[in-house]
């Protein structure tokens, strides 16, 4: 089978050849203390080693339930937010049909997402959607404490017993959170729900191929454990020990790192496939909350394109500089679409009668790569043979390993997210939240 390839030989000239090789062997050292858990974060390592992320038997509790509710459910709704639903909602975007939600049945689940705002509007066209539908819930929260998937659940709770009642809406509902902490955990205890275990080790942003993000894409009809194995090939490349050469995650980290230092601040993840964009979305959690912090970081942005071309490719063309791009490119798609002749050609475009779309789109990719170089940005490459679960599974490997490799060389630890809790404090002084009562005189003067 192929793997994952990376190119970053377009990055050199923007790079020298000497600082890369001078890297590597640093990057070497931040891979292993991955292992030794020598570094900052040591205690949320459990994502790097995927053959022990997972047990089989809970492997198989998680495939076992999924199966149940997939004969009996035309909707899945996930409540979670952060990396509480960003990976599984990334895989599931990635593999599904684009339009499935146009084909909503039992045994073939739509898997949606609540509780990752809290716009109004949504959350009651979201029920409003569900009401006469056959569906289940799958509540996800590590701290089991976080607001917005709390207030989501509140109501989609009150909502699934009033139509089920209580013992049948127990059935439907599994909660996936501490084995012993947070309020969730302690509600499904009341409650009987199933529930699945979020190690302690392992942080929300790299939980995808935990069962925060293998219960609801196993809902979906994806093979969990092609993804776990196309992760477990990156892993067995980047493992300790391995040469430079052989671990291509570092190759990853280490040119983004020297990209940084030439004052290239924002890399932009580029797809030329739309299946991708909520890929982009996780891979900018995962690097954003991972980097960015004592005043330092990359700035995680994406764009859809050829579809972003007709909007962000003028500013990334030759708008303010220190922009690289890493692309994500599929070798082939599923499906195959020809460009049909047409006789009055008044649209003129028989030049392309006969070829697949694909091709337009791959010379789109290339004609944007050598424009955006002449533009000054870097472009880094990585190719996929196939939007499948075990390519999937090699790209959310490399990029969680090279995360953590990148965030140790940067000199942050790449596995707190102190930043989070700034937003957090405020909200709840504001909302009176019991045990802010300080904050809440404090924030109440400052709005004065
Ligand atoms: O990566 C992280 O740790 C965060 O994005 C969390 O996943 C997010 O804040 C949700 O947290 P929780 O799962 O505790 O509800």
Redo the contacts with the bound molecule.
Sequence with gaps: MKDLKLDISKAFGFVSENDYKSLQATALEKNAALYDKTLPGNDFLGWADVKNIISAQELSEIEQKAAELRQKIEILVVI???????GAKAVIDALSNSFAQMNIQKGKPLVIFAGQNIGEDYIYELMAAIENREYALCV???????T??AIAFRLLKAQIEKKYGKAEAANRIVAI?DKSR?ALRKLADSEGYKTFV?GDSV?????VLTP?GLFPIAVAGFDIKQLLAGATKVEEMSAKGKSFEENVPAHYAVVRNLLYRKNFGTEILVNFHPKLHYFSEWWK?LYG?SEGKEGKGIFPASVDFTSDLHSMGQFIQEGTRGLYETVISIAQPDNKVEIPSDAQNLDQLNYLAGKRVDEVNKQAELGTKLAHLDGGVPQIRIEIPQLNEYYLGQLIYFFEKACGISGYILGVNPFN?PG?EAYKKNMFALLNKPGFEEESKKIQERLK
């Design positions: 979670g937010i952060g990396g509480s639903y960003l996800i929260s590590k701290s089991g404490t976080t917005e998937p959170t947070g979020i942080g929300g942003r790299f939980s925060v959690q909350e997210q989070v």
